[in-house]
């Protein structure tokens, strides 16, 4: 298995695999609920494979029979579900014709910390203080990839993680393949760039020169990451959540003759130089003006 098909968080291992794939997971026994969504332009067969794929229905042909002669086949509304195995077949059919109850939508930015997200999460309910930030494991901290996502209130944290797992792979697992080195070290340069850098040429030349410092021992100095000042290596774990523009600079830097580079308050533009002296030049004319 390539290692980025998994990712484990503390005692269950959450699959980063396809979708499609991921709704397979087995039914609980009883009847206790699940969430299930009905992406928007999903069509009545569509929705009876993931329904069986996810452990709700155990026939889809009986499915779309009823979703047929009940006149609801194209009636059945985009949103999340919380649905049942409990629940007959018919009984699914008319709670996806009547649509979903009220949900919370959250937007995720480009930059966004875990802390921040948590804290918006908590904000509209929708989970309780500290289940993201103490979930067991791994930190997901980069994990969450920025987004338009929508929840119920009171959901459970593992529904929350494995919606933010599902959209990371889809969205950043693409991006993280086409880079030779270890995917999270490229996650973490990319959430630097993203705290540091706005623009995407910029971005893959910074990526090339923290590459090339940690090569050669030098301390990263990344002023979003103050303890890169004082030792040399990475941080422990990603310092944010980076977009896809960012972690396609971290997945392919460009390479060139620079070693230092600082940002231009009034264009945002980075300025790059090869020396350290030509880099007190630069901080002169550009941060002291």
């Known amino acids: 298995m390539h290692k980025l098909a998994i990712l484990i968080l503390g005692a269950a291992a959450i699959l980063i695999i396809p979708p499609m794939v991921y709704f397979a997971a087995p039914a609980e026994k009883g009847g206790a609920g699940r969430m299930f969504i009905v992406e928007k332009g999903d069509g009545v067969r569509e929705i009876a494979t993931n329904l069986e794929k996810t452990g709700l229905i155990k026939s889809p042909a009986i499915f779309l029979v009823y979703s047929a002669v009940s006149g609801s086949a194209d009636k059945l509304k985009a949103g999340a579900y919380d649905l049942s195995p409990a629940m007959n077949v018919f009984h699914v059919v008319d709670t996806l014709r009547r649509g979903p109850k009220e949900d919370l939508t959250i937007r995720v930015g480009e930059g966004d910390t875990l802390a921040e997200i948590e ?126 523009d960012a972690i396609r600079a971290a997945a392919n830097p460009q390479t060139s003759e620079y070693l230092y580079y600082l940002s231009d308050p009034a264009t945002k533009k980075t300025i790059f130089s090869k020396t350290f002296e030509e880099h007190k030049e630069n901080k002169a004319r550009y941060l002291k003006r």
Do not use: C
């Open 119 to 244: 804290a918006e999460l908590v904000k509209l309910k929708i989970i309780k203080p500290k289940a993201l930030s103490k979930f067991p494991g791994k930190s997901l901290e980069g994990f969450l990839f920025p987004d338009t996502y929508r929840f119920f209130p009171n959901s459970p944290v593992e529904d929350v993680v494995k919606k933010f797992m599902t959209n990371f792979y889809k969205q950043a697992v693409p991006e993280l393949k086409d880079s030779l080195r270890d995917f999270y070290e490229t996650l973490i340069i990319a959430s630097i760039l993203e705290k540091e850098v706005p623009f995407h040429d910029d971005r893959r030349l910074v990526a090339g020169i923290l590459y090339k410092r940690l090569k050669i021992g030098m301390a990263l100095q990344v002023d979003a990451a103050p303890d890169t000042y004082l030792y040399a290596g990475l941080p422990k774990k990603p310092i944010a959540n980076p977009g896809a």
